[in-house]
């Protein structure tokens, strides 16, 4: 039946999780982006959250919560409306524990799960490639079977963490299956890859980000995620973009609400400028859009939850949530006019960081 | 718990409604847009005879669980809507109810009221319901209303003009329906004193004067009614008949609107689904495949005008049923109907001229009926509160403003 009421359990998540986010991350989130570091204080105080820890289960160290989708968004969102770049960070460690979880053999599980229990434990998903046309679809990164092993070849962007990572989730093509794609896990150290300089983004700048080379990686059979039998990828490109989406809605609101407060306060002409309809009319269209994202990704998210084939919600709602997070931002930077322009305000930030959600692809999950 | 799933009753009645739109309205879609002014009357008498025709709103009393569970009578109505708008807007909009003058009673009007006014729509012939607000000289600014309503003894007088009433012929002429009719008590109270009152169909002194002709909705029909030395019984006012110090009169009055604008969004919803089903298929019959997955850099334009036209429908679609779900529940939900609102009459003015752009000489030809849908779709970005309107409402209310402060 038709509801949009949280749960008690949902709330409370929340609760904690928003707190969190505006009082300790959004401080942080103005010298992040200048220093381009994350203080270890707020990654350790995330962890203790249960952000990563909290849906493994009990048999690997996890608190063995029911891991939904759904609170998956609702946490992104907030933790995004403190900042962006800590908000990646924090989730970082889901983009290898989330695949071995859901798609993991026993093996796999038993082997990576545990480290992801412990403490925050840096972790990189080499998904996005440095390409226009790059494709979730079809990766130009391939893997070849090779006497009972894969060789990778290809390059990775965007990979978060790598430098410090033990493990990395690699997504290729695989060679002679024209549709099918598969994940490897590649350890540190691998003969073949190399890890660039980090790299230099306009946005989310301090999110520790990798170009990442793969030169006839060799990765054993056992090490594929899920084994020979390995499901299909679909559920984690799904995840990624609710997780994404979400994230987008929650710099959405951050830019929304800054920008409605200093309305109310600058006045133009005698009264502030929000009792103007020119910009009365771009905080209602922000509120609106916001509100429609925010559903569009929760159905999305739902759907994930039950158990559904959800790529065209999940896509659907990403698209919705990127531009609304661009136009919001942007409508934002405008009605405080050359103060937005500023770095003194944190408008600018919010745009740098909205234009981004176009070419991210799998830098979260749910 | 969040749950996007409809309840199996409301799921059944949709597969219902939606045979009657496909069976009983589609057919006669094109014949009723060009008889303009013309009623389907065989169609119409048949929705009298299956419906029961019971009203919607935010009546109060109702709002309680019941043992079957939570109301949901609102976003039922939605669903409903949605389908039989998906059939034909126009023929939705006159098919005999309550329709908005029922809204007004259940949200203004006493319980003794919403007997007298109520029931005759469970029984006998056809009737409809209409609410007139609008007048030639103010339209969104109904607080300027000039129409008057004098007491004079046991009765109240009525005298103005009002225009643009959905289905205010049926409802003052072709039946014993009733009309709900804004006008002032006291020109000098301002909003204060303007009140809703019910005035009976064949009402001497109400008289219909003209039909317009339209571009879309054209089975629907919207009246210039005429009020001269119309006398109408003291307790046919809406609420009470005391002139408030405050604006509560028009509160009330304007409170029918949390009701009905997730219901005309609901429509639009239903003519943007029509719209887009047809260029699906259309798209299908010509190969062209939808990939959601694949990178927008990648797509083609068809796609991504496609999605765009997808989403933002199901956008629309969602917060209408929030600010519905919100009414069953009991929930204030003036921001979120006219969010809904605004976000439902642009997007399907929006999706429905893209479709007819899409599909070319497929989308302009009368032989079909995407042309019409366009036509249709845009009184809803229109009637029951412009977008802009929605959009100040939404403006005040986030931002904490009076009608004074944001005007």
């Keep these: 039946m038709f509801d949009l009421e949280l749960s008690e359990e949902q709330r409370l998540v929340h609760d904690t999780v928003a707190s969190f986010a505006r009082d300790e991350i959004r401080p942080l989130a103005r010298p992040s982006d200048e220093t381009g570091a994350i203080p270890q204080a707020i990654v350790d105080k995330g962890f203790e959250l249960g952000l990563v820890q909290g ?7 996890g608190y063995g919560e029911v891991r939904s989708a759904v609170t998956g968004a609702i946490v992104a969102e907030e933790l995004a409306f403190g900042d962006l770049a800590i908000a990646l960070h924090l989730l970082s460690p889901r983009l290898v524990a989330y695949p071995v979880l859901d798609l993991g053999t026993p093996e796999q599980r038993a082997r990576f799960l545990p480290r992801f229990a412990e403490a925050f434990h840096p972790a990189a998903a080499a998904v996005v490639e440095p390409r226009f046309d790059f494709d979730t679809m079809r990766y130009a990164t391939t893997a070849r079977r090779d006497n009972g092993a894969w060789i990778l070849n290809g390059a990775k962007c965007f990979v978060p963490l790598a430098a410090d990572s033990d493990v990395m989730l690699v997504l290729a093509q695989l060679a002679g299956a024209e549709q099918a794609q598969g994940a490897f896990l590649v350890e540190r150290g691998a003969t073949g890859l190399a890890i660039g300089e980090r790299e230099k983004n306009m946005g989310v700048k301090a999110l520790a980000t990798y170009e990442v080379t793969l030169k006839d990686v060799v990765v054993p059979a056992a090490m594929r995620l899920g084994g020979d039998d390995a499901a299909s990828l679909d559920l984690l490109v799904d995840r990624s973009r609710v997780a994404l989406a979400a994230l987008a809605v929650g710099v959405a609101r951050a830019a929304y609400e800054y920008s409605r407060d200093y309305a109310k306060e600058r006045k133009a002409f005698g009264v502030p400028i929000a009792q103007k309809q020119a910009i009365a009319f771009m905080l209602a269209e922000m509120a609106i859009e916001i509100d429609a994202a925010r559903l569009l990704v929760w159905e999305a998210a739902w759907t994930i939850d039950r158990g559904k084939p959800a790529t065209r919600e999940s896509a659907l709602a990403k698209r919705y949530a990127a531009s ?6 942007d409508n934002a930077l405008q009605v405080l006019g050359g103060h937005g322009y500023v770095r003194d305000h944190p408008v600018e930030l919010w745009l740098r960081n909205a234009r981004g959600f176009t070419a991210f692809e799998g830098l979260a999950i749910v | 718990m969040i749950d996007f799933e409809l309840s199996d009753r409301i799921q059944n009645s949709r597969q219902m409604v939606h045979m009657v739109a496909e069976q009983m309205m589609r057919p006669i879609s094109r014949e009723y847009d060009e008889r303009e002014h013309e009623k389907p009357w065989d169609f119409l008498k048949t929705m009298w005879s299956v419906s029961g025709s019971a009203p919607i709103g935010n009546d109060k009393s109702e709002a309680a669980s019941s043992a079957d569970g939570p109301r949901e009578s609102n976003l039922a109505s939605c669903v409903t809507i949605e389908e039989l708008s998906w059939g034909d807007a126009g023929l939705y909009l006159t098919i005999p109810n309550a329709g908005l003058g029922g809204a007004a009673v259940l949200a203004a009007g006493t319980p003794d009221q919403k007997k007298r006014f109520l029931s005759r729509f469970k ?3 056809p009737k409809w319901g209409a609410m007139a607000i609008t007048e030639p000289h103010c339209g969104s600014d109904s607080a300027a209303i000039q129409t008057t309503a004098v007491r004079d003894g046991d009765h109240w007088v009525l005298n ?6 959905t289905s205010g012929s049926m409802a003052a002429e072709k039946s014993d329906g009733f009309v709900v009719v804004w006008a002032t008590v006291d020109k000098k109270a301002g909003r204060a004193g303007i009140k809703s009152f019910v005035v009976e169909a064949h009402t001497p002194g109400m008289k219909v004067v003209k039909c317009e002709d339209k571009l879309g909705i054209r089975a629907s029909d919207t009246a210039m009614i005429v009020f001269e030395d119309c006398r109408i019984p003291l307790d046919n006012v809406l609420g009470s008949a005391d002139v408030q110090s405050a604006t509560e009169g028009f509160k009330g009055a304007m409170a029918t609107f949390d009701a009905t604008r997730p219901l005309v969004a609901a429509s639009a919803l239903g003519i943007g689904r029509a719209a887009l089903d047809f260029t699906r298929e259309a798209l299908e019959r010509a190969g062209v495949t939808v990939r959601y997955g694949a990178n927008p850099a990648t797509l083609t334009a068809l796609e ?4 765009e036209m997808e989403a933002d429908l199901q956008a629309a679609r969602l917060l209408t049923w929030r600010a519905a779900w919100m009414m069953d529940r009991g929930k ?8 809904a609102k605004a976000k439902a009459g642009l997007a399907v003015t929006r999706v429905t001229q893209k479709a007819v752009e899409i599909l070319g000489p ?10 019409k849908w366009m036509r249709d779709a845009k009184i809803n970005d229109i009637f029951e509160g412009t977008q802009q309107i929605n959009m100040l409402v939404v403006a005040r209310r986030i931002l904490g403003y009076s009608s004074k402060e944001l005007s």
Excluded: Q, W
């Design chain 1, 55 to 61: 849906a493994l289960p009990e048999e690997h160290g």
């Design chain 1, 324 to 329: 609304t997070v661009l136009k919001v931002a």
């Design chain 2, 123 to 125: 029984e006998g012939e």
């Design chain 2, 160 to 165: 103005g003009t009002k225009i643009f009433c």
């Design chain 2, 304 to 307: 991504r005008d496609f999605m």
């Design chain 2, 332 to 339: 204030r939900n003036n921001l979120e109907a006219s969010m």
């Design chain 2, 362 to 371: 497929l989308g302009y030809s009368r032989n079909l009926l995407l042309e």
